[in-house]
């Protein structure tokens, strides 16, 4: 997978509902011709022969199905070359249909259209042949042999042609009329082997498949049903017409399938979801799904894609497996929680030390900490903050999406915050009233202090679990125990000079691990509290 926008990759770790075709994502994509079949079911050649006609002379941009018919007719030699002149009428998703005009030479000047069953049927006046009318029922069997074949997975497209006058001349959507339906072609294309086991890998992750398609309905719900998707309810192009963006606002999020559907309306799809409050990606890698690309908070295409569509994505796969996307969610994930233990634990320390140096300024006729020392601090600080990058996270982290909440960082900021006040104003009791200290002694005990109780915090916020249950990486332990031997070097040290420390007794240091002990622990029980409080914590409350 390809990165083109990092900011997307917390996105991804969010994203609770994901989008996506059936042809090559759930499916192998190796679309194989099966059968073609006339109208009573049985096996035909002469409708793979006129099939070919259509798909050798379509002329707009070839597709996994006209692939498989020429690749039918190549091996049953039922094609011979075409040397003369044709018309068309290009494919579109309103009629769903292509139609080609030629000189055949078995049935002369002829109209031969391919496309969509009922599309098809419903241009159709004859059967097998012109002059024998269509009944309702045929009608009725027809649609019976189209269901039969469909609600096995089956895609099915209708093939049908109506005799034209010589000379040929240009087409419009008016010929498409009177047609004479010949026959059935039934496509295969089963689903990946490992798509049910994502599907299932996903759900536990949070993220609910939605597959959006513009194959036919049956089809589309047995694909569905094999990789263990909810087929209860399935939304046609024609039904998403005619719904009002508030109806399809509360239907596609209960909805996991969308059959029959135009490109144009994939984006109003991933509009209607985004209204519901859900993160929404979207996969795709045609003309058509650039905008829904674009609209989508995380777009997916894939390297072979059309270039406006791997311009709109935030991500571009290798290869179009759902595993690379669940993977993604993974790392999106990690990098969200271990950005969330930064924030939480950085900002928390932060106000704390602001509000206690504010608060100590008042009363300290010298400055509590000088400039240089303060600038230590902050750098050797952020050396154990840099290691969280690569720390471990919880399996619960993973389990579900989670997204930025401002009101839960400002209250985790506050609250914990607070408590790192409160030994703040213990130890500066202690120093200043019952100790007595010196103002160099104070400050570099209370720089040895803040300094033990941000790596304290660090490791207790890092987790919603209690400290001992969460084993941190050994990056991190190490970044943190390097920091901690320093800041109690420094003041023995030959910088101790430079930054204006003063050794420290030897009781006072112990004093100070002491109460940074009893803080974490302080800390450890307040995070407790915290966690379990849904108005505190938000969606981060553990459940």
């Given at each position: 997978?390809?990165?083109?926008?990092?900011?997307?990759?917390?996105?991804?770790?969010?994203?609770?509902?994901?989008?996506?075709?059936?042809?090559?994502?759930?499916?192998?994509?190796?679309?194989?011709?099966?059968?073609?079949?006339?109208?009573?079911?049985?096996?035909?050649?002469?409708?793979?022969?006129?099939?070919?006609?259509?798909?050798?002379?379509?002329?707009?941009?070839?597709?996994?199905?006209?692939?498989?018919?020429?690749?039918?007719?190549?091996?049953?030699?039922?094609?011979?070359?075409?040397?003369?002149?044709?018309?068309?009428?290009?494919?579109?998703?309103?009629?769903?249909?292509?139609?080609?005009?030629?000189?055949?030479?078995?049935?002369?000047?002829?109209?031969?259209?391919?496309?969509?069953?009922?599309?098809?049927?419903?241009?159709?006046?004859?059967?097998?042949?012109?002059?024998?009318?269509?009944?309702?029922?045929?009608?009725?069997?027809?649609?019976?042999?189209?269901?039969?074949?469909?609600?096995?997975?089956?895609?099915?497209?209708?093939?049908?042609?109506?005799?034209?006058?010589?000379?040929?001349?240009?087409?419009?959507?008016?010929?498409?009329?009177?047609?004479?339906?010949?026959?059935?072609?039934?496509?295969?294309?089963?689903?990946?082997?490992?798509?049910?086991?994502?599907?299932?890998?996903?759900?536990?992750?949070?993220?609910?498949?939605?597959?959006?398609?513009?194959?036919?309905?049956?089809?589309?719900?047995?694909?569905?049903?094999?990789?263990?998707?909810?087929?209860?309810?399935?939304?046609?192009?024609?039904?998403?017409?005619?719904?009002?963006?508030?109806?399809?606002?509360?239907?596609?999020?209960?909805?996991?399938?969308?059959?029959?559907?135009?490109?144009?309306?994939?984006?109003?799809?991933?509009?209607?979801?985004?209204?519901?409050?859900?993160?929404?990606?979207?996969?795709?890698?045609?003309?058509?799904?650039?905008?829904?690309?674009?609209?989508?908070?995380?777009?997916?295409?894939?390297?072979?894609?059309?270039?406006?569509?791997?311009?709109a994505a935030d991500f571009v796969?290798?290869?179009?497996?759902?595993?690379?996307?669940?993977?993604?969610?993974?790392?999106?994930?990690?990098?969200?929680?271990?950005?969330?233990?930064?924030?939480?634990?950085?900002?928390?320390?932060?106000?704390?030390?602001?509000?206690?140096?504010?608060?100590?300024?008042?009363?300290?006729?010298?400055?509590?900490?000088?400039?240089?020392?303060?600038?230590?601090?902050?750098?050797?600080?952020?050396?154990?903050?840099?290691?969280l990058s690569k720390d471990t996270?919880?399996?619960?982290?993973?389990?579900?999406?989670?997204?930025?909440?401002?009101?839960?960082?400002?209250?985790?900021?506050?609250?914990?915050?607070?408590?790192?006040?409160?030994?703040?104003?213990?130890?500066?009791?202690?120093?200043?009233?019952?100790?007595?200290?010196?103002?160099?002694?104070?400050?570099?005990?209370?720089?040895?202090?803040?300094?033990?109780?941000?790596?304290?915090?660090?490791?207790?916020?890092?987790?919603?679990?209690?400290?001992?249950?969460?084993?941190?990486?050994?990056?991190?332990?190490?970044?943190?125990?390097?920091?901690?031997?320093?800041?109690?070097?420094?003041?023995?040290?030959?910088?101790?000079?430079?930054?204006?420390?003063?050794?420290?007794?030897?009781?006072?240091?112990?004093?100070?691990?002491?109460?940074?002990?009893?803080?974490?622990?302080?800390?450890?029980?307040?995070?407790?509290?915290?966690?379990?409080?849904?108005?505190?914590?938000?969606?981060?409350?553990?459940?």
């Amino acid at each position: 997978m390809i990165v083109r926008k990092l900011n997307a990759i917390e996105s991804l770790g969010a994203m609770s509902v994901m989008c996506t075709d059936k042809t090559g994502t759930l499916t192998s994509g190796q679309v194989v011709l099966d059968l073609a079949l006339d109208s009573k079911g049985q096996p035909s050649e002469e409708v793979l022969r006129l099939s070919a006609l259509n798909a050798a002379l379509q002329g707009g941009t070839k597709n996994p199905m006209d692939d498989a018919i020429m690749r039918k007719a190549g091996a049953l030699r039922v094609l011979q070359p075409l040397d003369q002149s044709y018309w068309r009428i290009p494919f579109d998703y309103s009629r769903k249909c292509v139609s080609v005009s030629i000189s055949d030479d078995a049935l002369g000047p002829v109209l031969i259209t391919k496309g969509a069953f009922g599309q098809v049927l419903a241009r159709c006046t004859a059967i097998e042949q012109p002059g024998r009318t269509l009944t309702p029922a045929d009608h009725a069997a027809l649609n019976k042999l189209h269901e039969a074949w469909a609600q096995k997975g089956i895609r099915v497209l209708a093939v049908a042609y109506r005799p034209l006058l010589m000379p040929l001349g240009p087409l419009s959507m008016r010929d498409e009329q009177d047609l004479c339906f010949v026959g059935l072609l039934c496509f295969v294309d089963p689903p990946k082997q490992d798509t049910a086991e994502m599907v299932g890998a996903l759900a536990r992750r949070g993220v609910q498949l939605k597959m959006i398609t513009g194959d036919d309905r049956l089809a589309a719900q047995a694909t569905a049903k094999a990789i263990g998707l909810d087929t209860d309810t399935v939304i046609t192009g024609s039904i998403l017409m005619s719904m009002s963006d508030q109806a399809l606002t509360h239907a596609a999020a209960a909805t996991s399938v969308f059959a029959e559907v135009d490109p144009s309306q994939k984006e109003r799809i991933v509009r209607a979801l985004q209204r519901s409050d859900l993160v929404v990606g979207f996969l795709g890698d045609g003309v058509n799904d650039a905008l829904a690309l674009h609209t989508a908070d995380v777009g997916i295409s894939v390297h072979n894609a059309v270039d406006v569509a791997r311009e709109a994505a935030d991500f571009v796969l290798m290869k179009k497996e759902l595993r690379l996307i669940y993977n993604g969610i993974d790392e999106g994930r990690r990098t969200f929680a271990n950005t969330m233990k930064y924030v939480l634990s950085t900002t928390s320390a932060n106000f704390g030390n602001m509000v206690s140096m504010g608060f100590i300024s008042l009363v300290l006729p010298f400055l509590p900490l000088l400039p240089s020392q303060i600038l230590l601090n902050n750098l050797l600080s952020d050396i154990p903050s840099a290691a969280l990058s690569k720390d471990t996270v919880d399996p619960e982290w993973a389990s579900a999406p989670h997204r930025f909440e401002l009101s839960m960082i400002r209250n985790a900021m506050i609250f914990f915050g607070l408590v790192s006040v409160i030994f703040d104003l213990a130890l500066f009791g202690l120093l200043l009233w019952v100790i007595e200290l010196a103002p160099g002694v104070f400050r570099t005990a209370w720089f040895i202090e803040s300094l033990l109780t941000e790596l304290a915090v660090l490791f207790v916020i890092r987790s919603r679990s209690a400290i001992w249950k969460s084993r941190p990486s050994a990056g991190l332990i190490l970044a943190s125990v390097a920091v901690a031997v320093i800041a109690l070097w420094l003041p023995v040290s030959p910088l101790a000079r430079l930054f204006e420390f003063e050794p420290l007794p030897g009781w006072v240091t112990l004093m100070i691990i002491g109460l940074t002990l009893l803080y974490a622990l302080s800390v450890e029980m307040a995070k407790h509290w915290f966690f379990h409080h849904p108005r505190l914590a938000g969606s981060f409350a553990v459940r």
